[in-house]
Protein backbone atom coordinates (compact mmCIF):
# COMPACT_ATOMS: atom_id res chain seq x y z
CA UNK A 1 0.00 0.00 0.00
CA UNK A 2 1.06 3.52 -1.00
CA UNK A 3 -0.16 6.80 0.67
CA UNK A 4 0.60 10.13 -1.62
CA UNK A 5 0.93 13.28 -0.69
CA UNK A 6 1.28 16.19 -3.65
CA UNK A 7 2.36 19.73 -3.26
CA UNK A 8 3.31 22.59 -4.96
CA UNK A 9 0.33 23.73 -7.15
CA UNK A 10 -0.45 27.12 -7.64
CA UNK A 11 -1.31 30.52 -9.60
CA UNK A 12 0.98 31.38 -12.02
CA UNK A 13 0.70 33.11 -15.77
CA UNK A 14 0.63 31.71 -19.28
CA UNK A 15 4.43 31.17 -20.09
CA UNK A 16 5.20 30.21 -16.46
CA UNK A 17 6.46 27.27 -14.88
CA UNK A 18 5.58 25.25 -11.38
CA UNK A 19 7.07 22.16 -9.77
CA UNK A 20 4.59 19.51 -8.25
CA UNK A 21 5.83 17.17 -5.72
CA UNK A 22 4.54 14.20 -4.48
CA UNK A 23 5.50 12.58 -1.43
CA UNK A 24 4.64 8.75 -0.57
CA UNK A 25 5.00 6.81 1.99
CA UNK A 26 5.22 3.23 1.97
CA UNK A 27 7.78 0.14 1.77
CA UNK A 28 6.61 -0.69 -2.02
CA UNK A 29 7.33 2.76 -3.15
CA UNK A 30 10.41 1.67 -5.58
CA UNK A 31 7.99 -1.22 -7.20
CA UNK A 32 5.80 1.56 -7.99
CA UNK A 33 4.98 2.88 -10.84
CA UNK A 34 4.13 6.61 -10.66
CA UNK A 35 2.45 9.09 -12.74
CA UNK A 36 0.32 12.19 -13.15
CA UNK A 37 -3.22 13.03 -13.61
CA UNK A 38 -4.87 16.19 -13.56
CA UNK A 39 -9.04 17.24 -13.89
CA UNK A 40 -10.59 20.33 -15.34
CA UNK A 41 -13.65 21.47 -14.39
CA UNK A 42 -16.40 20.04 -15.59
CA UNK A 43 -14.33 17.70 -17.66
CA UNK A 44 -13.41 14.27 -16.78
CA UNK A 45 -9.82 12.96 -15.51
CA UNK A 46 -6.50 13.13 -18.11
CA UNK A 47 -3.46 11.19 -17.94
CA UNK A 48 -0.43 13.45 -18.08
CA UNK A 49 2.97 11.42 -17.52
CA UNK A 50 3.85 8.02 -16.15
CA UNK A 51 7.56 7.07 -15.15
CA UNK A 52 8.99 3.51 -14.21
CA UNK A 53 10.30 2.17 -10.56
CA UNK A 54 13.81 2.91 -11.84
CA UNK A 55 13.01 6.51 -13.74
CA UNK A 56 15.11 5.67 -16.91
CA UNK A 57 11.57 5.15 -18.74
CA UNK A 58 9.13 8.13 -19.24
CA UNK A 59 5.96 8.61 -21.06
CA UNK A 60 3.48 11.46 -21.68
CA UNK A 61 0.44 12.39 -23.11
CA UNK A 62 0.43 14.62 -26.64
CA UNK A 63 -0.33 17.67 -24.30
CA UNK A 64 2.62 17.37 -21.77
CA UNK A 65 5.36 16.37 -24.01
CA UNK A 66 8.30 18.91 -24.36
CA UNK A 67 6.40 20.85 -21.75
CA UNK A 68 6.12 18.64 -18.52
CA UNK A 69 9.28 16.13 -17.03
CA UNK A 70 8.24 13.87 -14.49
CA UNK A 71 10.66 12.55 -12.42
CA UNK A 72 11.45 10.22 -9.03
CA UNK A 73 13.75 10.02 -6.49
CA UNK A 74 13.27 6.51 -5.00
CA UNK A 75 15.52 7.14 -1.85
CA UNK A 76 13.38 10.10 -1.21
CA UNK A 77 10.22 8.33 -2.06
CA UNK A 78 9.25 11.11 -4.14
CA UNK A 79 8.13 12.02 -7.65
CA UNK A 80 8.03 15.49 -9.54
CA UNK A 81 6.34 17.22 -12.17
CA UNK A 82 7.93 20.13 -13.55
CA UNK A 83 5.44 22.32 -15.51
CA UNK A 84 6.74 24.67 -18.41
CA UNK A 85 5.80 27.09 -20.44
CA UNK A 86 1.77 26.72 -18.91
CA UNK A 87 -0.80 27.44 -20.88
CA UNK A 88 -4.48 28.33 -19.45
CA UNK A 89 -5.72 25.00 -20.83
CA UNK A 90 -3.29 23.53 -18.33
CA UNK A 91 -5.83 24.79 -15.35
CA UNK A 92 -6.98 21.45 -13.26
CA UNK A 93 -6.46 19.63 -10.10
CA UNK A 94 -3.06 17.66 -10.46
CA UNK A 95 -3.63 14.12 -9.06
CA UNK A 96 -0.25 12.09 -8.28
CA UNK A 97 -1.03 8.24 -8.52
CA UNK A 98 0.69 5.01 -8.48
CA UNK A 99 0.04 1.72 -9.34
CA UNK A 100 2.20 -1.66 -8.92
CA UNK A 101 2.04 -3.52 -12.01
CA UNK A 102 5.03 -3.79 -14.33
CA UNK A 103 5.43 -0.40 -16.59
CA UNK A 104 6.80 -3.02 -19.37
CA UNK A 105 3.61 -4.10 -19.78
CA UNK A 106 1.76 -1.53 -21.20
CA UNK A 107 1.45 2.35 -20.52
CA UNK A 108 -1.81 2.31 -18.59
CA UNK A 109 -3.96 5.69 -19.30
CA UNK A 110 -7.10 5.54 -17.44
CA UNK A 111 -7.74 6.31 -13.99
CA UNK A 112 -9.39 2.97 -13.37
CA UNK A 113 -5.45 1.55 -13.21
CA UNK A 114 -4.22 3.02 -10.70
CA UNK A 115 -5.73 2.17 -7.39
CA UNK A 116 -3.67 4.81 -5.45
CA UNK A 117 -3.86 8.40 -5.41
CA UNK A 118 -2.76 12.12 -3.84
CA UNK A 119 -6.03 14.39 -2.93
CA UNK A 120 -4.59 16.46 -5.36
CA UNK A 121 -3.13 19.95 -5.97
CA UNK A 122 -4.29 22.90 -7.80
CA UNK A 123 -2.69 24.37 -10.87
CA UNK A 124 -3.70 27.74 -11.71
CA UNK A 125 -3.34 29.77 -15.28
CA UNK A 126 -3.90 32.77 -16.12
CA UNK A 127 -3.77 34.31 -19.61
Known amino acids: QVQLVESGGGLVQAGGSLRLSCAAS????????MGWFRQAPGKEREFVAVINWTGTNTYYADSARDRFTISRDNAKNTVDLQLSNLKPEDTAVYYCVGHSGRYWEGIRKSPDDYPYWGQGTQVTVSS
Open 26 to 33: GDTFSRTV
